[in-house]
């Protein structure tokens, strides 16, 4: 489709939780090994937050390294967009919070509710505003919690997340730059694949089920997994059919951090080399709608990328949704002296 406008990702910033918990000292809270957890999922450690560090908090922190990262003024963000599951409050919108926290006088403010397909979801929305002239600068964070909303018993699922905040200014840049398309899909069938049974309109709180944490995630992990794994390669080869491009023509890989080996079996599905993937879910965890903006922060932070390389960032999660963006890089990175790309940590 052509846009009157090109919409690209213009800064990045990320904020994680001081505080590290590492698979040791997940040892001392349920039956689990370091050993179980790395093979199983490659993670070794993931940040938790403390008292105060909200999804707002570390949202808006994010948003204010991007919005400095892309030399843009408070003042002229059109719509901050913020993708969490595990908001500040039930209501209002995190967002809201996060325009306030930023100074950001002038803009609107929502929330999307994609889970850990989140990010990518309000990618392609601010996107499409950018795209159609209808809005100049959207800052778009991923941000979450889910500590707060695990069951620190179940050790198929307390082992895997982590909190944090990552961020993007997506504005305009020249037509054929920046989003070049998008798929977004969702399969409400599986809504209770993984989800927090209680809480919601459908089954309020009691202090029984209260008892029985079903106020915390539950999950089916083989099943997600799977489908997890058949999913990036399918969001992305739409996105990338609709760009007219071919998983060959990807520089750079961004999934969504959940497990090493769903990344490394839907790489493999997609015919990528390990180099042209990156994954930091080791030190991280799975921070949810959070975990591709921290990405591109340190694709950015790491040299990984630079302009006109094809970035293809692909999210799944609770819903079950799923999404794709594949972007042209716009920014004029710096080069490391003598040219060379500086060596990338983080691989999978
Ligand atoms: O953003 C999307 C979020 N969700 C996901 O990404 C989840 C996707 N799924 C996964 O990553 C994997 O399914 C898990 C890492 C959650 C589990 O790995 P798995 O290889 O699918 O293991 P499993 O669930 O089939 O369990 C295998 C065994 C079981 O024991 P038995 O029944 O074989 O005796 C589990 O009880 O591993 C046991 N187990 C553990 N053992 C030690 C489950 N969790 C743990 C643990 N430590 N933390």
């Not at 309000?122 to 959207?138: D, E, P």
């Not at 409400?188 to 944490?213: D, F, K, V």
């Not at 969504?256 to 879910?281: D, P």
């Not at 949810?288 to 040299?303: C, G, M, Y």
């Amino acid at each position: 489709m052509q846009f009157p406008y090109g919409a690209g990702v213009l800064g990045v910033g990320m904020a994680v939780p001081a505080r590290v918990l590492t698979n040791a000292e997940l040892e001392q809270v349920v039956n689990t090994s370091d050993e179980w957890i790395r093979t199983r999922t490659g993670i070794r450690e993931r940040r938790i937050a403390g008292e105060g560090e909200t999804p707002a908090v570390l949202g808006a922190e994010a948003a204010g390294r991007a919005l400095a990262d892309a030399g843009v003024r408070p003042g002229d963000v059109d719509l901050v967009l913020c993708a969490t599951t595990s908001g500040d409050f039930v209501w209002p919108a995190t967002a809201c919070l996060i325009q306030d926290a930023l100074g950001a006088r002038r803009a609107a403010a929502f929330d999307v509710a994609a889970a850990c397909s989140g990010f990518t979801y309000a990618l392609a929305t601010a996107a499409a505003f950018v795209q159609s002239g209808a809005m100049r600068t959207v800052v778009v964070v991923g941000a979450d919690t889910l500590s707060r909303q695990l069951d620190w018993s179940d050790r198929s699922t307390c082992i895997l997340f982590g909190d944090g905040a990552g961020a993007a200014v997506v504005g305009r840049c020249a037509a054929g730059e920046g989003v070049l398309a998008s798929s977004l899909g969702s399969d409400g069938g599986g809504a209770e694949l993984i989800y927090i049974p209680a809480g919601g309109s459908r089954t309020p709180l009691t202090p029984e089920l209260l008892a029985q944490r079903r106020n915390k995630i539950a999950m089916c992990g083989p099943e997600v997994f799977r489908f997890a794994v058949r999913i990036i390669g399918a969001a992305c080869a739409e996105a990338l059919d609709r760009a007219g491009l071919a998983a060959e023509d990807v520089s750079l890989l961004v999934p969504h951090q959940a497990n090493t080996r769903i990344i490394r079996a839907a790489a493999e599905r997609m015919g990528l080399s390990e180099g042209r993937v990156f994954s930091n879910v080791e030190r991280y965890g799975n921070t949810s709608a959070a975990s591709i903006p921290i990405a591109l922060a340190e694709i950015v932070q790491q040299r990984r990328v630079r302009r006109g390389d094809v970035v293809a960032t692909v999210g799944f999660g609770a819903g079950l949704t799923w999404g794709a963006n594949v972007l042209r890089w716009c920014r004029d990175e710096p080069v490391e002296p003598g040219g060379e790309v500086a060596a990338p940590e983080g691989r999978i």
